[in-house]
């Protein structure tokens, strides 16, 4: 089976007017939405740049967090397919006290066509904490400035931009908010968009998001999980999801480069893995015997121990120490009543859940 490179040597000398836009270019657009382009990407909708400028930026005052990501940028910079894809209206915030983690870019390709892009979340606690803050909250930061970011494009964006193809879309939690920004968006906005691509992003909780809300744009949604998909199985889906194959099994199938490809497709398969349909079924049950006080209560209390230890991103458990462990230990003791009771009960829930 191929993957994201083989497709760009196999695809990459036909343009898109020859050859349409299709899922392997998503999983494209979706993975170089993962660069920071700070300073050199225009936040403007009226600027935009090439992905061939891109490419030639210095980035060496930027963190990539994974070396495939630049190689996936300078390749599709060297293929008549992708080089001229123009970017724009690029957005990047980070708000510890919002608990926000939010991006988005916009891709302009085949002269008349637009495809925005909300990055999924990134290797920060605060990202995390938002993620989490989806079993309780509604909306989160994330998913309103989705909604107000799509306003914003097609207020701005030249009107040959949008008058062809508008679609929207994200990986991970950047899937959940491209949804929820189409069916919050204006119905002036919604007339524009033709395709809303989820890739392994997670669903809705059905206590704070009524059915009907997303059943008119339903059609229009396009959703990819890994068979063996933890983090898109969250929640509800009301669309169809298109289940694929991955080269890697549990949290690392969540990674886009290792989703297979033939052709132009992803590749499908039949049914979910006995593992993950279990873990699924344990966390709906669980849901359903924690209230939302006391999924705050937990939520709040993780994090709180993570924020003492002194760990503000995934990347720092590399180099942990002795003394935030202790510091970590310290603070689970100094829990209120309240938080304790939360965070025991809501463990035991889950024990039993998973043992059902």
């Known amino acids: ?164 193809q508008l679609m929207i879309g994200g990986h991970s939690k950047g899937g959940n908010v491209a949804q929820y920004a189409a069916i919050h968006c204006s119905k002036r906005t919604q007339k524009h968009i033709s395709i809303i691509w989820s890739n392994d992003g997670p669903g809705f909780n059905e206590e704070l998001f009524p059915k009907e809300w997303s059943v008119p744009l339903v059609p229009k949604m396009k959703t990819f999980l890994p068979s063996a998909s933890i983090i898109g199985r969250l929640f509800n889906h009301e669309e169809e999801t298109i289940l694929i194959s991955s080269s890697d099994a549990g949290l690392l199938s969540h990674d886009p480069f290792t989703w297979k490809i033939l052709g132009t497709q992803l590749v499908r398969v039949d049914s979910d893995s006995p593992k993950t349909e279990r873990l699924d079924r344990s966390f709906r049950d669980w849901l359903a015997h924690i209230s939302l006080e006391e999924r705050k209560n937990l939520i709040d209390a993780i994090f709180d121990v993570f924020k003492n230890m002194g760990v503000s991103s995934l990347y720092d458990f590399n180099n942990f120490k002795l003394t935030q462990a202790v510091s970590g230990i310290k603070t689970l003791t100094q829990l209120d009543a309240e938080q304790k009771k939360a965070l025991i009960h809501s463990l035991t829930q889950f024990y039993k859940s998973y043992n059902l």
């Open 1 to 164: 089976m191929s993957d994201i490179f083989d497709y760009l040597d196999w695809r990459g000398d036909i343009s898109f007017k020859e050859s349409p836009f299709n899922e392997a270019d998503n999983i494209i657009f979706n993975l170089l939405t993962y660069i920071n382009y700070t300073d050199v990407v225009p936040e403007v909708f009226t600027q935009s740049l090439t992905i061939q400028k891109v490419a030639k930026a210095d980035f060496t005052l930027h963190k990539i967090p994974d070396p495939r990501l630049y190689a996936l940028l300078e390749k599709c910079a060297g293929t008549r397919r992708f080089k001229d894809v123009r970017l724009t209206g690029y957005v990047d915030v980070f708000n510890e006290e919002e608990d926000c983690q939010f991006c988005a870019v916009t891709y302009l390709y085949d002269r008349g066509c637009a495809y925005v892009v909300y990055r999924g979340t990134d290797s920060s606690v605060t990202g995390l904490i938002e993620d989490f803050n989806m079993v309780y909250k509604a909306p989160i930061p994330s998913q309103a400035k989705g909604v107000h970011y799509l306003e914003q494009l097609t207020r701005k964006l030249p009107w040959w931009n949008r008058s062809r």
